[in-house]
Structure formats: structure tokens, C-alpha cells
């Protein structure tokens, strides 16, 4: 997935605001925003991990360039293995950035988001309550756990059409 970078305010203030209302477009179309949760809890983890993901899916590698040069992030190809038409298979691929780059990002295109505003809320809300939790050093209560993951199951609900409102989750 994309490294942690401490620049990333910096390179965003570079980029046109024409190119985040492209990236909101792109979203709305052809992404993603969710939690997700690790199966394995890594490292120094005392409890479940939950981080934002932001995600464009696409066959055109023209632009996961523009993405990855624009943005930054990750590239990477998914195997096709559904396709209804094996001779014809286009390479799928993804671009995404996680967490803080997520969150940086999700706080630029928000004016220009129109489908996945509220995904995007939610990732800025929860992304906001792990900073605040991140100062403390300890581990998670029942409670921050239970709240992560009404965060997530409400931006999955959002992601399948069966939304949820957010201020059940506040």
C-alpha cells in the first residue's frame, strides 16, 4: 500500500483545483472510500486495527499515471479471473492511498464530491477521532472499537446502497 509521507500537505497545496474536482469525479465514478479492518494485528497492535483506504479502480493505465504522478500513492494490477469473455481481458487496476495520505486528500476534494460525500465525511470524521486517540499511547476501549466499526459498517452501507445516516454514528 502508499508509505506514510510527511510531505503529502505540500505536494497537495502543488496540485490545481481543477485536478481534485477530477479526482472527486473519479471517485464519485470509479471509487472507493472505506475502513478496512486487517484480519492480523501487527506490531505493537493491542487491539483491531482500522484504517481509511481511498481506491480508483480502472483499465486505462493512462490514468493510474496521472494518479500516481498527480497524487501520489499506489499502482497496482488485480487479477481478472470473472471475465465473461477470457480472450478479451483488460488488466484491472487500482490506485489508493491510506489514511493520513487518505485524509489530506479526502479534505481537498470534499467541495467537489457529489455521490460519496458522505463516505467521505465519515473517513474525515474517523481519521479525526484517531488522531485525537493517537496521543494517548493507550490501548483501545470497547467503546472506541464499537465506534470504529459503526464508522465502518455505515460507510459499507453507503458503499452498497443501503445508507446509513451519519448522525446514527455520531
Given at each position: 500500500?502508499?508509505?506514510?509521507?510527511?510531505?503529502?500537505?505540500?505536494?497537495?497545496?502543488?496540485?490545481?483545483?481543477?485536478?481534485?474536482?477530477?479526482?472527486?469525479?473519479?471517485?464519485?465514478?470509479?471509487?472507493?472510500?472505506?475502513?478496512?479492518?486487517?484480519?492480523?494485528?501487527?506490531?505493537?497492535?493491542?487491539?483491531?486495527?482500522?484504517?481509511?483506504?481511498?481506491?480508483?479502480?480502472?483499465?486505462?493505465?493512462?490514468?493510474?499515471?496521472?494518479?500516481?504522478s498527480t497524487f501520489d500513492g499506489?499502482?497496482?494490477?488485480?487479477?481478472?479471473?470473472?471475465?465473461?469473455?477470457?480472450?478479451?481481458?483488460?488488466?484491472?487496476?487500482?490506485?489508493?492511498?491510506?489514511?493520513?495520505?487518505?485524509?489530506?486528500?479526502?479534505?481537498?476534494?470534499?467541495?467537489?464530491?457529489?455521490?460519496?460525500?458522505?463516505?467521505?465525511?465519515?473517513?474525515?470524521?474517523?481519521?479525526?477521532?484517531?488522531?485525537?486517540?493517537?496521543?494517548?499511547?493507550?490501548?483501545?476501549?470497547?467503546?472506541?472499537?464499537?465506534?470504529?466499526?459503526?464508522?465502518?459498517?455505515?460507510?459499507?452501507?453507503?458503499?452498497?446502497g443501503s445508507g446509513i445516516p451519519?448522525?446514527?454514528?455520531?
Open positions: 500500500m502508499s508509505r506514510i509521507r510527511d510531505d503529502y500537505p505540500e505536494l497537495l497545496d502543488k496540485v490545481s483545483a481543477i485536478d481534485f474536482a477530477r479526482l472527486a469525479a473519479f471517485i464519485d465514478g470509479e471509487g472507493t472510500i472505506y475502513i478496512n479492518m486487517p484480519y492480523k494485528n501487527y506490531g505493537r497492535a493491542k487491539g483491531p486495527q482500522h484504517r481509511l483506504c481511498v481506491l480508483v479502480s480502472n483499465t486505462d493505465p493512462r490514468l493510474m499515471e496521472w494518479l500516481k499506489c499502482v497496482y494490477i488485480v487479477r481478472n479471473t470473472k471475465s465473461s469473455n477470457p480472450l478479451g481481458k483488460k488488466r484491472v487496476m487500482h490506485w489508493q492511498v491510506n489514511e493520513r495520505m487518505a485524509m489530506h486528500l479526502l479534505e481537498h476534494i470534499l467541495p467537489f464530491m457529489l455521490l460519496k460525500r458522505q463516505q467521505a465525511e465519515i473517513g474525515l470524521a474517523f481519521m479525526k477521532l484517531k488522531k485525537t486517540r493517537a496521543q494517548t499511547g493507550t490501548p483501545l476501549t470497547d467503546d472506541e472499537i464499537a465506534q470504529r466499526q459503526g464508522m465502518k459498517f455505515a460507510i459499507s452501507g453507503l458503499n452498497k451519519l448522525e446514527t454514528i455520531q
